[in-house]
């Protein structure tokens, strides 16, 4: 079985499953696909964890030994790195927030899957997260260059990328890469519970703002604003806008996605 599932009520948790190297096998980006689409149309789930079983590594990315027979299968190369393309966009467009918790390695097609989540924790201390294509003579082919110089600048994914640099968890947070570390001991235990914070949010308004932001790097200030309004028009009126604006004016905690 090479992800693990678990359901806490409105989070789910998905751990990849070849401990300790976690690799990233063709059963699992398929069994990953067919999972990604369930989550997206299960308006129960309201924010995910993707993690690495074990202790020691979140993932070190493709087992390249397989990649021959999933080009015998899919047909050709595009057509396996199409496929991760898709999953990966899926992610990221969901409307839903992901978490991916950086640890141990996090290399290659286990770093680009942490890119195309919202939210991105690491452990303070032995992390490797680099994009290392480069010692392989090739280069990023999961959406991974383009993904980095987003999130962390054109110079560090320069320097990462050209040098095959693999960085440690609090030098990720410096650049940007993630956006908070915490001891390896509690780093799942802390993506679980922002994971439950976020599901407590009211969920068209989250939806409404991860349309709103995700990919605003290349909208117009006009089509920016065009999504900010269609997100109001979206959550106004709705019993969670209702009981937001109630529990505001009895200060109160309100308590979203009952409905």
């Known amino acids: 079985m090479p992800l693990l599932i678990d359901r806490r009520e409105a989070v789910v948790v998905i751990s990849i499953n070849d401990a ?23 308006d129960s789930v309201r924010a995910v964890v993707i993690t690495g079983e074990g202790d020691r590594n979140f993932s070190v990315g493709m087992n390249l030994k397989e ?20 999953v990966l966009a899926a992610i990221e467009n969901m409307g839903k927030p992901w978490i991916a918790t950086l640890f141990g390695y996090c290399l290659g097609g286990g770093l680009e899957l942490p890119l195309a989540c919202h939210f991105r924790l690491a452990a ?20 991974g ?28 947070l410096r650049i940007g890469l993630v956006g908070q570390v915490f001891p390896h001991d509690k780093l799942k235990a802390e993506a679980i519970a922002l994971a439950e914070e976020l599901a407590s949010m009211p969920r068209l308004a989250v939806r409404g703002m991860l349309g709103c932001l995700v990919g605003s ?6 089509e920016s604003l065009s999504d900010e309004r269609d997100a109001v028009n979206a959550t106004f009126g709705t019993p969670d806008q209702q009981e ?10 309100p308590v979203f996605n009952r409905s």
């Open 217 to 222: 790097e290349t909208k117009t200030l006009e």
């Open 145 to 172: 260059s383009a993904r980095l110089v987003r999130c962390v600048g054109r110079d560090h994914a320069i320097d990462m990328i050209l040098r095959g640099k693999k960085i440690s968890g609090p030098e990720a």
């Open 20 to 42: 300790p190297y976690n690799r990233m096998s063709l059963k699992f980006m398929d069994d990953l696909e067919a999972l990604v689409e369930e989550i997206s149309g299960d």
């Open 244 to 253: 937001g604006m109630m529990a505001f004016l009895e200060k109160r905690k």
């Open 67 to 86: 990649l021959p027979k999933g080009i015998e299968e899919k047909g050709s190369p595009q057509a396996v790195f199409d496929q991760r393309l898709r």
């Open 124 to 143: 303070e201390e032995g992390a490797q997260i680099g994009l290392p294509e480069m010692d392989l003579g090739t280069v990023p082919a999961w959406g």
